[in-house]
């Protein structure tokens, strides 16, 4: 070819020259041309020719010749700025070319290598020899071979080298050349290492699936799965360990169209282990190449725990965590949502109070109170069942709201949770007859938010208890609350005072053995012109929070004083008049005093007058010590009224001065109503009797209650049994006639 082109070139040449010699000879020697032969110009063309051509020829070698220099030159800077060594043998002519990059990646000297064609091998990190013989094989057959090995540097650095040979073989089938391009992978091999350990090491599951099969996963990824080896788990499918949902789900975002290089996506769901239990896992997926292929990557960790405290805290956020109801703020949530999503109907919200719970507490300690507390808890939702929502509030109270209700409804509900309480808690050994008192309020009468509602419920459930505990009450306007209500009753109430239309009626107490009267108490009534007759539980508590019990304790007191002083100057003298006095009226300052002036006035004795506190005085024992000390100075009696239904122990009050203890009729009405009855009663007898307190049970109304009380060593009672109370008319002609059987 390329003399075929030279030829022609020459050739070219040549016609070019013999026109150019013909033409010139014309020209210049017009007559010489015509004497001098033909054959004479052919030969100068060719000469000249010839001689141009070799010009030519040469200048195109010297061209040629330095821009092979050139080339070569740069391809050797290429090569030596490179981390790349070139080893090239020539086996037929023995001749060995290796360039100086050789240099940069062993360390030695260009010239070591040729010396010494070994160097090579010698330098080879001792673990990785066997590549050698490998290699050998290979080559020796033919095939190109791409090794990896590590060297030692003569500084005693390690450096990886990629190797890739390529024999080359002649017709014959003799191995004439061979070559070796040679890397430092060192970099490579480090961070690959490196990422490896990551990710073998890693906490975290990492795995790769591709085409639904495991191709990889680490330590942590088949530990979570149960497996015990990565052998057990790489090839299955990953539906045996999560639902085809999730792995189509997967599958799905992570490869749609529409995605974004590279982008992750979240996911949290079960993986169920080899052993069957589901455990809970969050996972980010993406798409990778995985050996030359799109595969899903995920990463993720166990979050069962996680799941578990969220769950729990979840729990106890809203959720009573002894009975298992929804707490205060579930039931809040739940009441605002009735309320705002069904503002046209009606609601009832029935605050619930145990009776007695506290005694329980106290006498069998807290555990057994929250195991009744728990049985409690049960037999509420058994009542309500899916017609409201039971909740605790805490201690001993519960709220049930009712929704879509009328008062009808509501009242069944409420039977039904009195009749769920008619048999005792199984504790242990011990049986329990808990009751509750039960305060209704309505949605919308009652109120038209939460809180009143709550409000209210609670107040009714105090009247509940006032009325004899055990029973449920709806809210009145006289149960308190509507603060113009209250107004109303205040300014009824003085006015009341004035026109006497509050007066006193007297319950006798007897000494149960010989059933001689020792006591009278003083119970207010208010008979209304308008309303009628309005009992105590539902004007005393108003009374109290406006202060007015103040001055209308006082008259209390006074009418009292004198009605006994009176008896006693008709010859009634030997018993006390008791008087209930509201803990009200002890922050009265002048009370003590209003005590010693009037009893002077009246000219009574003190110990003529017994006063009836309740439980709650105790709650600020210090400064109720003060005062029942000061009291017990003047000589006047002290009397615990409703004892047991408040926060009093029994311990604590034979540090007071008091000299009587009234057993709630609660308690006593446990006498005939239960088969184990009377238990509580006759554990208050025998340590009251213990502390050396008169002890006086209230509200008797059978013989039998009468007979048990006896056999108990109660010595006082007081109740329907013997007398209702009595108006001061009725009550003396009552002393009387009293008076007549026990002098017959
Ligand atoms: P309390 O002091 O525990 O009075 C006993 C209540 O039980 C009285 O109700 C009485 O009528 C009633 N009762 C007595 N025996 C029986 C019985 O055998 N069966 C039944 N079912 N009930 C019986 P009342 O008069 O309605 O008084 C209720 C409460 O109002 C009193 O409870 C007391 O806490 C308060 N209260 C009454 N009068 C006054 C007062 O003058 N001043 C103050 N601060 N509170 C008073
Ligand atoms: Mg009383
Ligand atoms: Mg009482």
């Not at 040549?14 to 007559?31: K, M, R």
């Not at 965590?321 to 705002?340: A, C, E, I, Y």
Request: net charge negative.
């Amino acid at each position: 070819m390329i003399i075929k082109r030279n030829l022609n070139r020459f050739l070219l040449i040549l016609i070019f020259c013999l026109l150019i010699s013909l033409e010139a000879a014309d020209l210049l020697l017009p007559n010489l041309f015509h004497s001098i032969k033909i054959t004479s110009y052919v030969t100068i063309a060719i000469y000249t020719a010839a001689i141009w051509f070799l010009f030519l020829l040469t200048k195109e070698f010297y061209q040629k010749t330095k821009e092979l220099q050139k080339s070569q030159q740069r391809m050797k800077n290429i090569f030596d700025t490179l981390d790349v060594a070139i080893w090239s043998h020539d086996l037929k002519n023995d001749t060995l070319l290796i360039t100086p990059g050789i240099e940069k990646l062993y360390g030695y000297k260009l010239e070591n290598f040729y010396e010494n064609n070994n160097l090579w091998k010698e330098v080879i990190y001792p673990e990785d020899l066997y590549v050698l013989e490998e290699r050998e094989q290979k080559i020796a057959i033919g095939e190109n071979v791409t090794s990896q090995y590590r060297i030692i540097r003569p500084d005693g650095e390690v450096r990886w080298i990629q190797d890739s040979g390529i024999p080359t073989f002649d017709s014959k089938g003799d191995f004439v050349d061979f070559s070796s391009v040679l890397f430092d992978i060192t970099d490579r091999k480090e961070s690959e290492g490196l990422y490896q350990s990551l990710v073998e090491m890693s906490p975290d599951i990492i795995a790769v699936v591709y085409d639904g099969k495991i191709e990889y996963i680490n330590e942590a990824g088949f530990k979570l799965i149960g497996a015990e080896s990565q052998e057990q788990v790489i090839g299955q499918s990953a539906k045996n360990f999560v639902s085809s949902q999730i792995t189509d789900l997967i599958k799905t975002k992570v490869f749609s169209t529409a995605k974004v290089e590279n982008e992750r996506y979240n996911f949290e769901f079960q993986v169920r282990r080899i052993d069957g239990v589901n455990i809970d896992v969050e996972m980010a997926a993406r798409s990778i190449l995985y050996e030359g292929r799109f595969a899903v990557q995920v990463v993720g960790r166990d979050i069962t725990q996680r799941k578990k405290s969220e769950q729990t805290i979840k729990f106890m956020a809203y959720y009573d965590t002894l009975t298992g109801l929804p707490n205060r703020n579930q039931f809040k949530n739940h009441l605002n949502d009735v309320l705002r999503q069904q503002e046209n109907k009606m609601h009832a919200v029935l605050f619930l109070d145990l009776d007695r719970f506290k005694i329980i507490n106290d006498t069998k300690g807290h555990s057994v109170g929250d195991h009744v507390l728990q049985r409690v808890a049960g037999r509420l939702q058994e009542a309500v069942q899916n017609e409201g929502l039971v909740s605790r509030q805490g201690g001993d109270e519960f709220i049930i709201v009712l929704e879509d209700v009328n008062k009808d409804t509501t009242s069944r509900v409420a039977n039904r949770i009195l009749n769920e309480f008619s048999y005792p808690i199984e504790v242990g050994n011990d049986e329990f007859y808990v009751t509750p008192s039960i305060g209704v309020s309505l949605y919308p009468s009652d109120g038209g938010d939460e809180e009143t509602l709550i409000k209210n419920a609670d107040t009714a459930m105090y009247q509940a208890k006032e009325r004899g505990k055990n029973n449920y009450q709806f809210y009145s306007i006289f149960s308190g609350g509507i603060s113009t209500w209250k107004m109303k009753l205040e300014n009824w109430l003085r006015r009341a005072m004035e026109q006497n239309q509050i007066m006193l009626y007297y319950q006798p107490q007897f000494d149960l053995v010989t059933g001689k009267i020792v006591g009278v108490e003083a119970l207010i009534r208010w008979n209304h012109p308008e309303y009628g007759y309005i009992a105590p539980s539902e004007f005393i508590p108003l009374a109290e929070e406006t202060g007015l019990i103040v001055p209308l304790g006082k008259w209390i007191l006074r009418e009292a004083c004198e009605r006994r002083k009176a008896w006693k100057d008709a010859g009634f003298s030997d018993f006390p008049i008791a008087v209930n006095v509201s803990v009200r009226q002890f922050q009265d300052e002048q009370f003590i005093q209003y005590i010693a002036d009037m009893l002077k006035e009246v000219e009574l004795e003190s110990n003529d007058l017994e006063l009836e506190i309740t439980e709650s005085l105790m709650q600020n024992l210090e400064n109720s010590t003060i005062i029942l000390n000061q009291l017990k100075s003047l000589g006047v009696l002290l009397s615990v009224d409703d004892f047991g239904t408040g926060y009093s122990s029994l311990s604590y009050l034979k540090h007071l001065p008091i000299d009587k203890i009234k057993i709630d009729k609660s308690f006593v009405d446990d006498i005939i109503n239960h088969s184990n009855q009377g238990m509580m009663v006759k554990t208050i007898i025998d340590m009251g009797v213990n502390l050396k307190f008169t002890v006086i049970a209230e509200g008797i109304e059978t013989e039998e209650q009468v007979k048990f009380l006896t056999r108990n060593a109660c010595q006082i009672g007081q109740g329907y049994y013997y007398s209702k109370p009595l108006s001061a008319e009725k009550m003396e002609k009552f002393l009387l006639k009293e008076k007549g059987k026990t002098q017959l």
